[in-house]
């Protein structure tokens, strides 16, 4: 089974700390999500990396960094932690298809739950 | 990328065929159709992919038209563990188009004894 690991599943931290938040898949996947999920909102990408180094930004990018230095891992950064920003955040990951082929679906981790005090 | 629209929430009772209904007027030709569920607390799974016609697995049945300007899952004799929200999106192509998924605002369902 794939499986897709966040570092923590609670975390508090305080306004204005830089927070990393990681992720690491186990099936060689290309492409790998953060998404934030508030109550009202649905999930809401943050950004999205297709190969390592490469990123895209989603909808909500503003005050956050990506970075894949290795094909597993994929961290979000929050270079300033701010109120606005304590949410439920996910990390998911898929495999690009082949030639002629599809992508398949993303398979999510557990989530991250952050609180910024 | 295509954007959907689906019912905020709907209600059912145990035992019911509960169909959800998703508009992606602007799908393209290379755009898949993918259901996702999510229970509270936890990452959204996924429950079933089309491109047209009907698809069924062991979960539900993904109804497309010809024109696949909608679909609609079906989830045939709900229980209470069936109480999720469910994501319709269209897209993740192509390899060579990218993997962007775009997740709307979902359907909440709520199954009642």
């Known amino acids: 089974d794939v499986k897709v690991t966040q570092s923590s599943r609670y975390l508090v931290k305080r306004t204005g700390e830089k927070v990393f938040l990681e992720c690491v898949q186990d099936m060689d996947h290309e492409n790998m999500f953060w998404y934030r999920q508030d109550p009202g909102l649905g999930l809401r990408l943050i950004y999205f990396s297709y190969d390592v180094k490469m990123k895209e930004k989603g909808d909500i990018p503003e005050g956050y960094s990506v970075s894949r230095e290795k094909k597993e891992r994929f961290s979000l950064i929050l270079e300033s932690a701010s109120t606005n920003q304590t949410s439920m955040y996910l990390c998911?990951?898929?495999?690009?298809?082949?030639?002629?082929?599809?992508?398949?679906?993303?398979?999510f981790g557990q989530g991250t739950r952050l609180t910024v005090v | 990328l295509a954007k959907t629209t689906q019912p905020i929430s709907m209600d059912s009772y145990e035992g019911q065929e509960v169909n959800i209904t998703c508009s992606h007027n602007?799908?393209?030709?290379?755009?898949?159709i993918t259901w996702y569920q999510q229970f509270p607390s936890q990452g959204p799974r996924f429950i079933i992919q089309?491109?047209?016609t009907k698809v069924t697995n062991e979960v539900a049945s993904l109804f497309i038209p010809a024109d696949r300007k909608s679909s609609t899952l079906s989830l045939p004799r709900v229980s209470l563990s069936d109480t999720a929200v469910y994501y319709c999106l269209v897209g993740a192509g192509f390899y060579n188009q990218g993997g962007k998924l775009i997740f709307g605002q979902g359907t909440e369902l709520s199954v009642k004894p």
């Open positions: 089309g491109y047209k």
């Open positions: 602007n799908i393209a030709t290379n755009d898949y």
């Open positions: 998911a990951s898929s495999l690009t298809g082949r030639q002629g082929t599809r992508n398949t679906e993303a398979f």
